[in-house]
């Protein structure tokens, strides 16, 4: 029977593991649980390592020692990672020694919905009409809400969270470019997008970023460019704060000329200026657009159910991580 050790806390378990799936996991595997009373972390974890053959990981496993992974140094071959990014998990020099898989596709779709929710938050200015109401208003015409269909929605960075994000807005009518200089024509098409560059990008009326921190996204959102935005232009940032310059994004939303839904900040928790607590076109939420709890309790089964299907049958699922694009993903 396959080893597998949960290389994660009793309460971390219980947030990215439903029920069944821990049936599951006690049936199919030779598993190994941590205690409530265990604390985990580097000297824990090189105890418990040796000898498995697969660890399935989270939010807040310390790094994974490159010493004890691969065959070669007799501990697992597989690391199944119950969250996002596995840069700062899996040592480089690990890379090719291990398989990989992360649930980023299932959080991913989490992302994709707030996004959507977001958006459609602001064109309704939802926001403004609950205030309204909260201080005695009712029909008004003062502001109005606007719909989806109809607009062309820009997306910069064709990553997993912009391609669920992308399938959320088909029933919308909408059209959507997007801004990736690593798509291709042939999967621009496949998306049903079209593929434009970034002058064109941030043209549209709405603008929606789904880029990883690397040195090539930093800064890219331009203080200029936000200044293109067409008036009454949306914005959501829902993926690395270091994209765009936040600053003159908010200043531009001060003057009413944009609205903005910003879920990740410079610095977390944000240092926010008072002017931007009446500010009515900001949407602010504290990095949780991948963050729900059915998105929670469904991470363990989804890179779980690759991991099963590539040690019976060799396939690499869409959880599979591919070494050779880890410089261009979150």
């Known amino acids: 029977m396959t080893r597998l050790l949960m290389a994660l806390t009793a309460s971390r378990a219980a947030d990215v593991c439903d029920p069944e799936t821990r049936s599951m996991i006690n049936s199919r595997f030779d ?4 205690d409530d009373h265990e604390q985990l972390d580097q000297a824990l974890l090189r105890e418990r390592l040796a000898g ?3 660890v399935l990981t989270s939010w807040g496993t310390p790094p994974l020692p490159a010493d004890l992974l691969g065959a070669g140094n007799g501990g697992p071959t597989v690391v199944a990672h119950a969250a996002g990014t596995i840069k700062n998990l899996v040592p480089a020099e690990s890379l090719d020694k291990i398989s990989i898989f992360s649930a980023a596709p299932r959080i991913a779709w989490s992302v994709g919905e707030y996004c959507l929710t977001a958006l459609l938050t602001l064109l309704r200015r939802l926001p403004e009409y609950d205030d309204w109401v909260r201080h005695g208003g009712w029909k008004t015409d003062s502001f109005r809400g606007r719909e989806l269909r109809g607009l062309t ?20 009518g909408v059209e959507i470019w997007v801004y990736d200089p690593y798509l291709s024509a042939e ?17 549209c009326s709405v603008l929606s970023v789904h880029v990883p921190a690397t040195p090539a996204t930093e ?9 293109r935005i067409p008036d009454g232009g949306i914005v959501i940032n829902s993926s690395r704060a270091a994209a765009v310059d936040t600053a003159a994004l908010i200043n531009e939303t001060a003057t009413g000329r944009l609205q903005a ?9 944000p240092e926010l200026p008072e002017s931007v607590l009446g500010n009515g076109n900001l949407l602010l939420t504290p990095h949780i657009a991948g963050d729900s709890v ?3 309790r469904a991470l363990v089964r989804y890179v779980l159910d690759d991991v ?7 396939r690499r699922g869409p959880s599979w991580v591919d070494p050779a694009k880890l410089s261009i993903t979150a």
């Open 261 to 269: 839904a910003l879920d990740v900040y410079p610095s977390e928790p």
């Open 153 to 172: 929605v820009g997306i910069v960075g064709a990553s997993s969270t912009a391609r669920a994000f992308i399938e959320l807005l088909r029933p919308f």
């Open 52 to 54: 498995q053959d697969v």
């Open 31 to 34: 598993a190994q649980w941590l």
């Open 308 to 314: 099963i299907d590539f040690l019976e049958h060799d």
């Open 187 to 203: 999967q621009a098409a496949q998306l049903g997008v079209r593929s434009v560059s970034l002058e064109q990008v941030v043209g």
């Open 294 to 296: 059915d998105g929670h």
């Open 219 to 227: 800064g890219l959102i331009t203080a200029d460019l936000i200044s």
